[in-house]
């Protein structure tokens, strides 16, 4: 059974970069035909696609967030990465890396990790 585990700063400052790592057990990333996405939700809102990676290294991005994100993946050792840069409060969320048979995701159909906070403030 596969297992995602999300790590990275609780707490990343206004402009900043926030960078996040996802953990994955139990499954290769590179398997077909996965995509490994980065969801996030703020507080009072739904879930927030923000990009994925395939099980090919092709990158999909959402469109309001493309300009400032960056995924990529290291395959030996089966983690992938979330990278958004100029950070606002606006990004105060929970940040959960996902496994799903689609790029883009709306709702929780595969397999997702515990999520982990992020707050933006200064």
């Known amino acids: 059974q596969v297992q995602l585990q999300e790590s990275g700063p609780g707490l990343v400052k206004p402009s900043q970069t926030l960078s996040l790592t996802c953990t994955v057990s139990?499954?290769?990333?590179?398997?077909?035909?996965?995509?490994w996405s980065w969801i996030r939700q703020s507080p009072g809102k739904g879930l927030e696609w923000m990009g994925a990676?395939?099980?090919?290294?092709?990158?999909y991005y959402s469109p309001s967030l493309k300009s400032r994100t960056s995924i990529s993946r290291d395959t030996a050792k089966n983690q992938f990465f979330l990278q958004l840069s100029s950070v606002t409060p606006e990004g105060t969320a929970v940040y959960y890396c996902?496994?799903?048979?689609?790029?883009?995701?709306?709702?929780?159909?595969?397999?997702w990790g515990q999520g982990t906070q992020v707050t933006v403030s200064s």
């Open positions: 990676i395939a099980y090919s290294g092709n990158t």
């Open positions: 996902a496994r799903e048979l689609r790029a883009v995701v709306t709702t929780r159909t595969g397999s």
């Open positions: 139990g499954g290769s990333i590179t398997t077909k035909y996965y995509y």
